[in-house]
């Protein structure tokens, strides 16, 4: 059974930084896109980041651009989100989620886990 | 990266069918047969409901069903039942690992 745990969320100062966890299981890491998204609670989902099978591409949304980077261990089963320059507009619900296809290009997250919540506050 | 645009809401009575759509540019929607759409109940995790525009996961029933055309595409719901009532979200691959996804619409059944 496919399996994502996200963990690292909590509350920060504008400013911070914060390291998200996914932990993965049911299926082998380095056959699949992973992908990051979240939602502030009672919002919409926000696309963040992609991440290719082999960590050596990644895209990111405008809003993060430069202050967070998403990276991978597939040996280790778990993808990361390094979030630094924290600010208020962060706070969200993040989620973690795999691709349908394997071997593709993270068009479509199919799993999600349950995701952590970062709150950026003073 | 602007988000897809989708109607806030769509409202049916059981047994009717609705449609709920979802607008992009030649950059996404328009460019590429990766558009997918996800059901959101209060508190939970999105769950895929289709994918690369017509293709339904294992489990989801046949009476969810997508389309596309030029810029937009749409997720019609057959023969509503109460526990169809979720927010439903839109989402397109743009090139190069992104994604973008739509503002979401609340689906009610009466």
């Not at chain 1, 920060?12 to 380095?30: D, E, I, N």
């Not at chain 1, 597939?74 to 990361?80: A, D, R």
């Not at chain 1, 795999?98 to 886990?113: F, I, L, S």
């Not at chain 2, 992009?24 to 939970?44: C, I, L, M």
Request: charged share 15%; net charge neutral; proline share 5%.
């Amino acid at each position: 059974e496919v399996y994502l745990l996200e963990s690292g969320g909590g509350l920060v100062q504008p400013g911070g930084s914060l390291r998200l966890s996914c932990a993965v299981s049911g299926f082998s890491l380095s056959d699949y896109a992973m992908t990051w998204v979240r939602q502030v609670p009672g919002k919409g989902l926000d696309w963040i980041s992609t991440i290719s099978l082999s960590g050596d591409t990644s895209s990111y949304a405008h809003s993060v651009k430069g202050r967070f980077t998403i990276s991978r261990d597939n040996p280790k089963n778990m993808l990361y989100l390094q979030m630094d320059s924290l600010r208020a507009e962060d706070t969200a619900l993040y989620y973690c989620a795999n691709d349908w296809a394997p071997h593709g290009v993270g068009a479509t997250p199919d799993y999600w886990g349950q995701g952590t919540l970062v709150t950026v506050s003073s | 990266q602007s988000a897809l645009t989708q109607p806030r809401s769509v409202s049916g009575s059981p047994g009717q069918s609705v449609a709920i759509s979802c607008t992009g540019t030649s950059n996404d929607v328009g460019a590429y047969n990766f558009v997918s759409w996800y059901q959101q109940r209060p508190g939970r995790a999105p769950k895929l409901m289709i994918y690369d525009v017509i293709k339904r996961p294992s489990g989801v029933p046949d009476r969810f069903s997508g389309s596309k055309s030029g810029n937009t595409a749409s997720l019609t719901v057959s023969g509503l039942q109460a526990e169809d009532e979720a927010e439903y979200y839109c989402c397109s691959y743009a090139g190069t690992y992104s994604l973008v996804f739509g503002g979401g619409t609340k689906l009610t059944v009466l």
